[in-house]
């Protein structure tokens, strides 16, 4: 994994209250993280920064899209995500001990920066919805796969007497 050292946040001696932080990331971000899922993308970050006093809050905003074959025709594809979330990070005065727990992070009071690259490419890669497709058809130039479309309604309809059938003797057992 490589330095990511633009997406530190200077957390040590910051005074209270609200700031602002923007970021992008492409394809060189993705790439960085082993057996990352998403190997293509573009999203633009913006992390509203809370300084409190024993604690701060960051809350993401992040839109974008990545690139995945569609599970309907298998052309490439970009899925659009966008992801809102808020995490706390509460300072602890155990020596290393960094801990997780839900949305909230712990981490040591001598802490200097902050890093959000993994926090970004975890919520990113959280983002990707279960069934990737694109309903194209009204595009001026669709990325469907016509030829791979043809064949699943040809199977389709190809299996439709043999469901009918089958609900017909369904139909029968049950005694309709």
């Not at 899922?37 to 809350?59: A, H, M, T, V, W």
């Not at 001598?110 to 279960?130: D, G, K, Q, R, Y």
Request: glycine letters at 4%; proline letters at 5%; aromatic letters at 12%.
């Amino acid at each position: 994994m490589r330095n990511f050292d633009q997406f530190g946040i200077p957390v040590f001696g910051l005074k209270p209250g609200l700031r602002r932080f923007e970021f992008e990331v492409d394809d060189d971000f993705f790439k960085s993280f082993e057996s990352n899922p998403i190997q293509s993308g573009n999203y633009k970050i913006i992390i509203d920064f809370d300084k409190r006093d024993n604690e701060f809050l960051l809350q993401f905003g992040i839109r974008g899209t990545f690139e995945s074959p569609c599970d309907r025709c298998l052309a490439d594809i970009r899925v659009p995500s966008e992801i809102n979330k808020l995490i706390w990070v509460k300072y602890t005065d155990k020596e290393n001990e960094v801990d997780f727990e839900d949305d909230i992070i712990f981490i040591e009071k001598e802490t200097h920066w902050f890093n959000v690259a993994e926090l970004i490419n975890e919520l990113i890669i959280l983002s990707i919805p279960i069934v990737k497709r694109y309903d194209c058809e009204n595009d001026l130039n669709p990325k469907c796969d016509f030829k791979v479309l043809s064949y699943l309604e040809e199977s389709e309809n190809a299996d439709a007497p043999v469901n009918d059938l089958l609900a017909q003797a369904l139909n029968k057992i049950k005694g309709r």
